[in-house]
């Protein structure tokens, strides 16, 4: 057995190497995508080339990663640019590489999220995400958040006066509980203190990165050759996961089915309020042609879908949020003041919304921690991208626009235009919930789907999700703000960006290996 894997080991590394050097030689010859000889800043990484210094790095940049995709990529921050991009998503599409691993975890649906048939997909989602709908979930929102506290409440209690939790941790799990109530009317019971994980959330913990192997794993799988792919899925817990997954989805399906036909099967008081519901509610409608539904398979697929997009973002954004209250306690006393002024501990989403000190301190959670640091497209055609600022190239040449080879994969910079001087300031990399009072005027170039910043990307593939991460977000704040005081536990320096993929989180310099953010937690003094 073990030299059966040894060999399986040393061939995927011959091919790997070959298929590398085939990449690398061709990106020697024939150079980059763009006939432009673009700036970057400098390469100080055989291995990685330079991606990491063009995160924080101004304007257009030309970004060459050797070796690990032996490709040169065009990062770029420019709005016009990013604007052209979101309204020509047809030219400008997700990485090959991206869409195999979709694929393989969502199995043989998908394919109106990232085919022609996008729009349709959204027509049909859309309902579920409306304003009203929302304002529905706001009430399971609530209650999760309200499970969360009295666990903490419970540490503290067993802990004699201050309890010591790993928000990172906690925050998932509220997250997974509230996405899989919601979105599909199905009980993770993650939030526990006993440690135990049920079978869909382990198979949707070693898929999403959470894991300490996946972080390695999910990138490196976007950059290997096509053929590859499903070999090493074979010999991975991937594979089996996104079986679990896919057997689910279809599970829920029938149920979900058997409700709208009027069985009643998926009772238990929930009206079938859940976005799979709501989706296929919409999909059945007798209004919509045969032809033009959404087929089962793609229906299941969003099982997956929501659980992979909607629940590690929202926790994440969450736990940057107890770290920045953590860090700045006056901004957390003038929160705290603003939170205990409601009268109710359950208000509706439209008095979280009203309350003007929460909202600037999740838009700014939000610009300075996005969840996600940057977007990748690959170009399916020759283009030309407008330009808002020229660039000028190695050679001194002014260009008012960029010429784009088929092929060319672009790097769109999320965090670089959320924390861009030029458009918010000089202190645009500090945490001051207080800008949101007079934004600055350059900011509404930004062509973002929310409050001018790139976090939920925009245009047609917008995130669909974002007002209900916004809500949930801020019931998980009010409940826990007006119930707990928050500090860091261990001191500032110890903490790291710790990233998967385009994903930063926090983690500790003596623990890197997983995202971690340990707090203090005291119950309020009143
Ligand atoms: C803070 C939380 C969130 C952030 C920062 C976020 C960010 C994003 C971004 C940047 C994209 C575009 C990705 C791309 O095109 O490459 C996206 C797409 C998407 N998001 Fe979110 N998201 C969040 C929460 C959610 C939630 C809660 C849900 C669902 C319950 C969700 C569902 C989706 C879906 C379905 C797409 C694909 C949309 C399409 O292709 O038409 N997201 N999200």
Redesign the pocket.
């Known amino acids: 057995m073990q030299s059966h894997f040894l060999l399986l080991a040393a061939s995927l590394l011959v091919t790997l190497t070959i298929y590398h050097l085939i990449k690398a030689a061709r990106w020697f010859f024939l150079g980059s995508g763009t006939p432009i000889k673009l700036r970057g800043p400098p390469n100080p990484s055989f291995l990685f080339g330079n991606l990491k210094e063009t995160w924080f790095s101004a304007s257009l940049l030309h970004c060459r990663v050797v070796v690990y995709t032996a490709t040169d990529r065009i990062v770029t921050m420019d709005a016009k640019a990013i604007q052209h991009i979101m309204r020509n998503e047809h030219i400008y599409g997700?990485p090959q590489g991206?869409l195999r691993i979709l694929k393989l975890i969502l199995g043989e649906g998908n394919n109106e999220?990232v085919s022609r048939n996008?729009a349709t997909?959204?027509e049909r989602?859309n309902p579920a995400?409306a304003a009203n709908r929302i304002r529905e979930l706001t009430g399971t929102f609530f209650e999760k958040s309200f499970e969360l506290r009295d666990i903490w409440a419970a540490k503290i209690t067993a802990a004699s006066g201050v309890g010591r939790i790993d928000s990172v941790d906690w925050l998932s799990k509220t997250t997974l509980d509230v996405?899989g109530l919601?979105?599909f009317n199905y009980h993770f019971n993650a939030l526990n203190d006993t440690g135990k994980v049920n079978e869909l959330n382990k198979a949707f913990s070693a898929i999403s990165g959470s894991s300490d192997m996946t972080s390695v794993w999910i990138p490196l799988q976007a950059q290997l050759p096509k053929a590859i792919i499903p070999l090493l899925m074979a010999v991975s817990s991937m594979k089996s996961s996104a079986e679990i997954m896919q057997r689910t989805g279809k599970e829920l399906l029938v149920e979900s089915k058997a409700y709208l036909a009027g069985t009643g099967e998926k009772n238990d008081n929930w009206g079938a309020r859940d976005?799979l519901s709501l989706l296929l509610k919409s999909n059945m409608s007798t209004d919509i042609p045969e032809d033009e539904r959404m087929s089962d398979a793609d229906v299941i697929a969003?099982v997956p879908?929501?659980l992979i997009?909607?629940?590690e973002?929202?926790s994440?954004?969450t736990t940057w949020a107890l770290f920045s209250l953590s860090r700045h306690q006056e901004i957390q006393t003038k929160l705290r003041e603003e939170l205990l002024s409601v009268p109710t501990e359950k208000p509706s989403m439209d008095v979280l919304n009203e309350l003007f000190y929460l909202d600037a301190f999740v838009r700014e959670t939000?610009r300075l921690y996005?969840?996600?640091t940057n977007?990748?497209?690959t170009a399916l055609q020759d283009d030309i991208l407008p330009l808002a600022h020229p660039i000028i190239d190695s050679d001194g040449v002014i260009h008012d626009s960029l010429p784009v080879r088929k092929g060319q994969p672009l790097i769109i910079a999320?965090l670089g235009v959320n924390t861009d001087r030029l458009l918010w300031g000089s202190d645009a990399y500090e945490f001051k919930p207080d800008r949101w009072l007079k934004v600055p005027d350059n900011v509404d170039t930004i062509p973002g789907v929310w409050s001018n910043l790139?976090?939920?990307?925009g245009g047609?593939?917008?995130?669909?999700?974002?007002r209900?991460?916004?809500i949930?977000?801020k019931a998980l704040l009010f409940t826990l703000v007006r119930n707990f005081e928050f500090e860091l536990a261990v001191p500032v320096e110890e903490i790291i960006l710790h990233r998967v993929a385009s994903m930063q989180r926090p983690s500790l310099s003596s623990d890197y290996s997983r995202a971690k953010l340990p707090l203090l937690i005291k119950p309020l003094k009143t």
Do not use: N
């Open positions: 997700k991206d999220i996008h997909y959204r989602i995400f996405i919601t979105g976005l969003q879908t929501f997009a909607g629940h973002t929202t994440v954004s939000l996005t969840p996600l977007i990748a497209r999320v790139m976090t939920f990307w047609s593939r917008a995130c669909i999700g974002w209900f991460s916004i949930e977000m």
